[in-house]
């Protein structure tokens, strides 16, 4: 570079002198020799050797100085993710893919993460394929697979390493293996051929071996310990092993069936895995502490449809992403009573509803024991009309045959009812009514009669009108004593 230009320098300054231009006068500091490593750089402080000091004249020119440079951006680390259904997650998962991300990401460490696929698992309809992420705003590369195992992998991990050129590979598999009668020593040296057929494709790769976290199962200490001797026994300058501390703090409680992380398991396997990486000199250390996160499906169901059967309700919803089941809590507004049921489906039916009394039904999105997001409420009133019927009249004393008491009953007629809800509460006598919530539902008559049996000395008896929209309150109880 410093010889070009003192060669056009002192072209322009012959030209200037054959040329007769009167008046120019150029001033060149001559040199031939090739510009220092200072000089070429431009930080001396000074002019480089060759450099025109003035130059003057119809013809001179300044020269501009070169422009600064921006260094280069840092190639990213590539993370290659192996695992089974803890890694790759399933539909409404965070995951802890996505924990280990944000943390790399909002450090500034440059990164990408590797592999053979980007999906989730349905727990649901049992399908692959699933991208219903909870935050899918990261990369989504992995190779993991609901139910994979050490000794069974999808890609053998020679063809893995070179498809997809990982500066460090991030492996946790074993527990399916364990949970399947394989020994713990036998999967411990299965992970040892898993870091050979690593190196023999890049004999430089980087290996994370992530302990399981799911350590009261039986088998899953123990190699978690052969992991720790593996890695000091593998562990080269040129191709380091590590250990990811996934177990910390980890407990049952941590996951939503057991096995699988919750949101809060996520972050402790994610903090693991960043410690082992920072070790590796990716990215910073971790917080030690997590911060805790509502567990369960964060996104509330939508009630897409409200029926009126007799005697109750008929309800429809959504299922958000990951609920495997949901929470259906009815409160009566008039005594605040309530009562919970669990369904699978995303509709059900609920009797009981007294005429003129408005119900609320609270439905809350489950995953496995994970009660999830606030509930979704519908208010249904139930239609008026029914009126409520007379106590019941003893048509039939109380007789015994076989141990058993027998009573018949007219019951009142009701204007409008399609049926009548007798309800029975077994006593030692018919001096005090038993408490409301004594009575159990003895059956359905399709007229206003009806006898009962029963092996008490006393049976407490009422009865409630019922049509399409609702039941009737009930009516005052009837003692039947029983000779």
């Given at each position: ?5 003192v ?22 500091a ?14 001396d ?61 909002d ?8 592999g ?78 898993l ?5 023999a ?74 410690t082992a ?17 509502p ?9 897409t ?35 919970t049921?669990?369904v ?38 139930a ?30 007629a ?56 609702g ?13």
């Amino acid at each position: 570079m410093g010889s070009k230009f003192v060669v056009r320098a002192v072209n322009r300054w012959r030209g200037a002198l054959l040329g007769g231009v009167v008046g120019a006068v150029v001033t060149v500091a001559l040199t031939l020799t090739s510009l220092t490593a200072t000089e070429a750089s431009g930080d001396d402080g000074g002019r480089a050797s060759g450099q025109v000091d003035a130059v003057q004249g119809p013809d001179a020119t300044t020269r501009t100085p070169d422009a600064p440079q921006t260094p280069a951006a840092p190639e990213p680390t590539r993370i290659a993710l192996l695992g089974d259904s803890v890694t790759q997650g399933s539909a409404g998962d965070v995951t802890w893919r996505y924990r280990l991300a944000r943390h790399l990401r909002d450090s500034g460490t440059a990164f990408d993460f590797v592999g053979v696929r980007d999906d989730l698992y349905d727990v649901v309809t049992e399908e692959h394929g699933s991208h219903a992420y909870a935050n899918a705003d990261f990369d989504l590369d992995h190779t993991a697979r609901w139910g994979m195992r050490l000794d069974r992998l999808d890609v053998p991990v020679r063809q893995l390493v070179a498809q997809t050129t990982p500066d460090v590979l991030v492996e946790m598999l074993g527990i399916n293996d364990l949970r399947a009668g394989v020994k713990p020593a036998v999967s411990v040296e299965t992970v040892r051929t898993l870091v050979a057929d690593a190196r023999a494709a890049s004999p430089r790769v980087d290996v994370v071996l992530v302990e399981l976290p799911q350590v009261w199962v039986p088998g899953v200490s123990r190699f978690n310990a052969g992991l720790a001797t593996l890695a000091t026994e593998l562990s080269t300058p040129a191709a380091r092993v590590v250990v990811a501390d996934a177990t910390l703090g980890f407990t049952p409680e941590h996951t939503w069936d057991g096995l699988h992380p919750d949101v809060n398991g996520e972050q402790i396997i994610a903090r693991g895995v960043a410690t082992a990486l920072h070790e590796l000199g990716v990215g910073p250390a971790p917080a030690a502490k997590i911060t805790p996160r509502p567990v369960g499906p964060r996104t509330p169901v939508t009630v897409t449809d409200v029926t009126r059967t007799p005697g109750g309700v008929r309800l429809t919803w959504t299922r958000p992403a990951g609920a495997t089941a949901f929470e259906v809590t009815v409160r009566d507004d008039l005594t605040g009573a309530t009562r919970t049921s669990t369904v699978t489906s995303t509709t059900t039916s609920v009797s009981g509803q007294r005429s003129g009394r408005t119900y609320t039904y609270d439905i809350r999105p489950v995953r496995g024991a994970d009660a999830g997001a606030d509930s979704t409420v519908a208010t249904v009133s139930a239609a008026p009309g029914l009126a409520t019927p007379a106590q019941p009249a003893t048509r039939t004393s109380g007789q015994r045959a076989q141990g058993n008491a027998y009573a018949g009953l007219d019951l009142a007629a009701v204007p409008g009812a399609s049926a009548y809800v007798v309800r029975t509460a077994p006593s030692a006598s018919c001096t005090t009514p038993p408490a409301p919530e004594a009575y159990q539902r003895y059956g359905t008559f399709a007229t206003p009669s009806a006898n009962i049996i029963g092996t008490s000395a006393a049976v407490w008896v009422t009865v409630a009108a019922q049509d399409a929209t609702g039941t009737s309150e009930p009516s005052a109880p009837v003692c039947v004593a029983i000779p």
